[in-house]
């Protein structure tokens, strides 16, 4: 089992950059495919960007894909994922998600293991 926290979110200008990160602990994170959803007010989850166990593939949603970068450290089990350029639809709580496997998945029940989220607001 791994257990996955958020952190970094918070309030932030539009056009700025915020960098979120997600610390792992208990199960060897290596092992892990991890990825990043967001979920906004009264919308359902949604697939933000996901990295291989080793950090040489990534993905990324249409709505992020050149502003975002995701990547991970084995080391240190931290995925961290980097937004610029934010617009107001970035607005949502972010989540950390695991999952076993090498298949990149963007349905969000297609990974069992989750953080608690960080809210990132983004406003003017």
């Known amino acids: 089992q791994i257990q996955l926290v958020e952190s970094g979110g918070g309030l932030a200008q539009i056009g700025g950059s915020l960098r979120l990160s997600c610390a792992a602990s208990?199960?060897?994170?290596?092992?892990?495919?991890m990825a990043w959803f967001r979920q906004a007010p009264g919308k359902e989850r949604e697939f933000v960007a996901a990295?291989?166990?080793?950090?040489?593939?990534?993905h990324y949603a249409d709505s992020v894909d050149g502003r975002t970068t995701i990547t991970r450290d084995n080391d240190k089990s931290t995925v961290d994922l980097l937004m610029t350029e934010l617009i107001p639809e970035d607005t949502a709580v972010y989540y950390c998600?695991?999952?076993?496997?090498?298949?990149?998945?963007?349905?969000?029940?297609?990974?069992?293991?989750w953080g608690q989220g960080t809210q990132v607001i983004v406003s003017s």
């Open positions: 998600a695991a999952k076993n496997g090498v298949m990149l998945q963007t349905t969000p029940s297609q990974y069992p293991s």
């Open positions: 208990g199960d060897s994170f290596r092992k892990f495919f």
């Open positions: 990295i291989s166990q080793s950090g040489v593939n990534t």
